[in-house]
């Protein structure tokens, strides 16, 4: 049999290198990557399903796979994961903790992005700040007319509008125009901008202490393999999970060796004992066992936060030959 010749857009993440050099193999599969940034591989995906397998945003695959027009199945390979605590800025000179941004303006880039679906996940579930109890203004970080992707049919009780003409919420974060910012980059400012800052001074110490508490670190990139495929080749989405697992295994151990430093930054080595020692060996984890709950806290909060038509589950996302793996 010969093997199937496929395009494949991911991000360029060490985890993700063993796969893009060959030194891990997909099974049954001869590939053409593309590694392009996550907006790019979005648009393209969503807009025409451009790829045979690709990174997917887990808040828009949410979305597409409640409204049944997903053009891709799920892979629970989880190429970006990142606790949200760093998303979060305020004007320092009004908001002193989270609860005070109750009857407060917070601008973001998108509401429906899952970076910012998982802050205010946070700020509900950890502080009783609901979406309800905000102005939301959307508009863009860095250039003013920022879309919405999606259309959206937001609860009645949420606030959500528009910056205004020529203004990104990043400029109206420094002028006080909105009390809060909640975007998955940061404000695009000089960095002594006055009374702007964190609303977590210290947000790796809260991050921790809130994955002690809770054991979720918040996932943002799946895996999706376009649906006619799968339903074409049954084993694909089994064999493209089963090859991230082994680029990723390949990157840590990569990561791990101390001979020498294998990235740009002193003591790599000391912040992956750092990370073992508070979520375990496999601290970066992979398919649903290990991450049902962290999933089933995303889709919640998604359908709660008026994004989601239903409430969706682990299996109506991911491919059924994905959900378990094998044991030896």
Not at 77 to 104: M, N, Q, W
Not at 264 to 293: C, I, Q
Request: charged share 25%; aromatic share 10%.
């Amino acid at each position: 049999m010969s093997k199937l010749n496929l395009s494949i857009a991911i991000g360029d993440y060490d985890r993700n290198r063993p796969l893009i050099d060959g030194a891990v193999q997909m099974d049954g599969v001869d590939p053409v990557f593309m590694t392009l940034s996550p907006e790019e591989i979005f648009f393209r995906a969503f807009r025409n399903a451009d790829f045979d397998i690709c990174e997917l945003s887990l808040s828009s695959s949410t979305v597409k796979i409640a409204d049944g027009n997903f053009p891709y199945v799920g892979i629970p390979a989880f190429l970006s994961r990142c606790f949200r605590h760093t998303s979060l800025y305020v004007r320092t000179d009004r908001i002193k903790k989270p609860e005070d941004l109750k009857g407060k303006r917070i601008g973001l880039p998108e509401y429906q992005l899952t970076a910012v679906v998982w802050a205010r996940a946070l700020l509900e579930d950890e502080f009783g700040v609901k979406p309800s109890d905000v102005t939301w203004v959307r508009g863009g970080i860095a250039e003013p007319g920022r879309p919405e992707k999606i259309k959206l049919n937001l609860p009645k009780n949420v606030t959500l509008e528009n910056a205004p003409d020529g203004k990104t919420i990043s400029g109206m974060l420094a002028s006080g125009e909105i009390d809060a910012f909640m975007a998955p980059r940061a404000p695009a400012l000089p960095p002594d901008t006055p009374n702007v800052g964190w609303l977590f001074p210290d947000p790796v110490e809260a991050a921790k202490d809130y994955y002690r508490r809770t054991k979720i670190f918040p996932i943002m990139h799946i895996v999706g393999v376009r649906r006619e495929l799968a339903e074409k080749h049954p084993w694909l989405p089994a064999a493209a999970l089963k090859a991230f697992e082994q680029s990723k295994a390949k990157a840590v151990a990569h990561l791990s060796e101390p001979s020498a430093t294998k990235v740009t930054l002193p003591f790599a080595e000391e912040r992956v004992m750092e990370a073992k020692e508070l979520m375990g060996e496999d601290y970066w984890s992979y398919g649903v066992p290990a991450n049902r709950h962290v999933l089933e806290t995303f889709f919640r909060h998604h359908h709660s936060q008026g994004l989601s038509s239903k409430l969706v589950t682990v299996e109506d996302l991911f491919h059924p030959s994905t959900l378990e793996s094998v044991k030896i």
